[in-house]
């Protein structure tokens, strides 16, 4: 059964004007280093704002404009700073493929393929990802309920698999530049995620 290791108080953000409680722990399946990040008020919530974001290098550290996951990650820091809530941060790097192979999945796509194209002809499936490891994580912490921010159904129907009850799953903002259309759209194409692309030309 999975465990809180430690915990501690990081400030966070663009400008480090938010403090989250940094979570480890012992047990999780997978034996990853995944983390939890709770905002302030998160305590007082009957049922918490909660995030699954999968590690993305390039686009969390880096600012790359092909994905759309640092926006997400910032979106989701600023709105919980201000509401409360969770980040459970996944070390699943390109959709649990690794970094070195996401990078050989982006010269595939500089090709003409998308992400998905590209996994596939590595060998891997569209989404490696295991996201059972965040339900472990949120009874670790005592969560059964959430509201989930997200615009991919997988992880809804994963955590209502793992036993946690998702009451409503928000949305997150769309973040569109003229590098990353083509990854969106085959999101939503592909991987039936909730973002309305029809505003926009991709």
């Not at 991919?152 to 530049?177: D, H, L, W």
Request: with cysteine; aromatic share 6%; hydrophobic share 35%.
């Amino acid at each position: 059964m999975a465990q809180v290791r430690n915990t501690v108080s990081i400030p966070v953000g663009k400008d480090q004007a938010h403090e989250a409680q940094f979570v480890s722990f012992n047990g999780l399946n997978d034996d990853k280093e995944h983390l939890a990040l709770i905002f302030k008020g998160a305590d007082h919530q009957t049922v918490p704002l909660v995030r699954l974001h999968s590690e993305c290098l390039t686009g969390d550290v880096f600012h790359s404009a092909r994905c759309d996951c640092g926006k997400q990650l910032d979106e989701a820091v600023e709105t919980m700073a201000k509401t409360g809530g969770i980040i459970l941060y996944l070390r699943q790097e390109g959709r649990g493929i690794g970094l070195y192979n996401k990078l050989d999945a982006y010269k595939l796509q500089d090709s003409g393929m998308n992400t998905f194209e590209a996994n596939n002809a590595l060998g891997f499936d569209d989404d490696l990802r295991d996201f059972s490891v965040a339900g472990q994580m949120l009874k670790a912490l005592d969560v059964q309920e959430i509201d989930l921010l997200t615009n991919n159904p997988q992880k809804t129907a994963s955590m209502e698999k793992a036993g946690i009850t998702v009451r409503n799953q928000n949305s997150t903002g769309v973040f569109y530049n003229r590098h990353n259309g083509h990854y969106l759209s085959a999101k939503v194409s592909v991987a039936n995620h909730d973002i309305d692309l029809r505003e926009i030309a991709v």
